[in-house]
């Protein structure tokens, strides 16, 4: 952890003398997120080793408000504090996702020091409440769709782990009960990177997120969960997985800490997103405390939580696909055949074209999506179609570029292969990250 201590302070530095800064100045929001990621990097060295669990006294559920009224006219132009975010993210996956991505996908593993760099960023600071210890002011879905869609421009699996714990979050301030949130979320606002994941993909066909295998019964003052789980990042490492199980007919969710008697995580090999250290969850049995049960007798609203799941995916689709369409350009004016760039030839011109015109659609109908979340505004049909984009485009975009490369296309010694399986992904997992 030591080793990331002097690169997130950089990053922070960085941040302070963005030229965005400086030029609209910050708002409160961002001093506070300054703040907290200032206070979190100081204090990492005393946190190595430390996973106790600070809590607070919460009487009332504390939400976030939600986002602007629907402007007059139709705009896709980012906020001042958009912006400003983005310009971090957009450094850090540059300058440490995108170089470390291939070992990160050999190894089959995040480095620790770069979730520990991107906990010091403030991802979970931002969607935590101020009430709470976080920075948070407002519940803003399109943000965490930007910095999704930023962060897979470095590595969608390296991505993936980092904005996991911040789905759990998000989940727990939407929906949670006081207790639940005053006992969860301190942890995510501490000193270190604290591991979390929503655990709602099961490994069986035609896998329906509205009617699940897995299965909660109530037995005394709780409940017992029997199922099995998929492609769950940090699976191995996380302190808290949100399990989403049938109860009644109806998903609902529960927190599910490690080591509970019962629950087994093996790993599971994948052709892509193997930087998020996908692993199967087994639950044989497992008892938990009614309270464990999110959002108390209130229950869960199970589509609000997938089809943010949806959004998320779909943002990480898009940045992913803008990494593609970025280096095949490059790739194609610099290669040279029969005397001239390969661009020039009018079948590779018109592929690179595709790429962006497809590419274009697939942002359009994510933000959309996501703007209809952050505004109160029924977002399901949205979400479904971004979902349905994404999956078929994002796929073909990756297909696309391989083939665009030829030869080299098919070698690690550049990432077009690496995007390519990560993009397969888009049109299989559900939940694991929510915006």
């Known amino acids: 952890m030591q080793r990331a201590i002097g690169p997130a302070l950089k990053m922070l530095n960085q941040l302070a003398g963005s030229r ?40 009332e559920p504390v939400r976030m408000r939600g986002g ?112 639940q949130q005053g006992e969860y979320l301190p942890a995510f606002v501490g000193e270190s990177f604290y591991p979390a994941a929503i655990a709602l993909l099961e490994p069986r066909p035609l896998f329906d997120p509205y009617h699940l295998a897995t299965q909660a019964t109530p037995q005394g003052h709780g409940f017992v969960i029997r199922g099995e789980k998929a492609l769950v990042p940090l699976a191995e490492d996380a302190e808290i997985l949100l399990v989403v199980a049938e109860l009644f007919g109806k998903p609902e969710a529960f927190l599910v800490e490690r080591g509970t008697p019962g629950l087994r995580i093996t790993p599971e090999p994948t052709m892509g997103l193997r930087a998020a250290k996908l692993g199967r969850v087994t639950l044989d049995g497992v008892r938990v405390e009614a309270s464990a049960r999110l959002g108390g007798n209130a229950g869960l609203d199970a589509a609000r939580l997938i089809d943010l799941a949806r959004i998320g995916w779909g943002a990480l689709a898009v940045g992913t696909c803008d990494a593609v369409l970025e280096y095949v350009k ?106």
């Open 68 to 179: 602007q009224a629907p402007p007059s006219v139709f705009d896709l132009t980012p906020t001042d504090a958009q912006l400003l975010v983005r310009e971090s993210m957009q450094r850090f996956a540059r300058t440490r996702l995108r170089p470390s991505a291939l070992a990160a996908d050999e190894s089959g593993a995040p480095p620790a020091e770069l979730l520990e760099e991107a906990h010091a960023l403030g991802l979970t600071q931002l969607a935590v409440p101020e009430a709470l210890g976080g920075a948070g002011d407002v519940r803003s879905p399109i943000t965490f769709a930007l910095v999704a869609e930023d962060l897979a421009r470095g590595d969608m699996g390296l991505a993936l782990a980092a904005l996991a714990p911040v789905g759990v979050v998000h989940a727990l301030v939407d929906q949670g009960t006081a207790a």
């Open 20 to 59: 965005l800064l400086a030029r609209f100045g910050s708002s409160s929001a961002l001093e506070r997120l300054l703040y907290q990621g200032g206070r979190s990097v100081v204090g990492a060295a005393a946190a190595i080793g430390k996973r106790a669990r600070p809590v607070l006294a919460v009487l």
């Open 330 to 435: 490059s790739y194609c004016s610099e290669r040279v055949a029969f005397g001239e760039p390969i661009v020039h030839r009018q079948s590779v011109a018109f592929a690179i074209a595709n790429i962006a015109l497809e590419l274009d659609g697939m942002r359009l109908l994510v933000y959309r999506a996501a703007s209809r979340a952050e505004q109160g505004l029924p977002f399901q049909r949205e979400a479904a179609l971004a979902r349905i984009q994404c999956a078929h485009h994002g796929m073909q975009i990756g297909t696309d570029g391989v083939q665009l490369l030829g030869g080299h296309g098919f070698v690690k010694e550049h990432p077009v292969e690496l995007w390519y399986r990560q993009l397969r992904a888009i049109g299989i997992v559900e939940g694991a990250l929510s915006v």
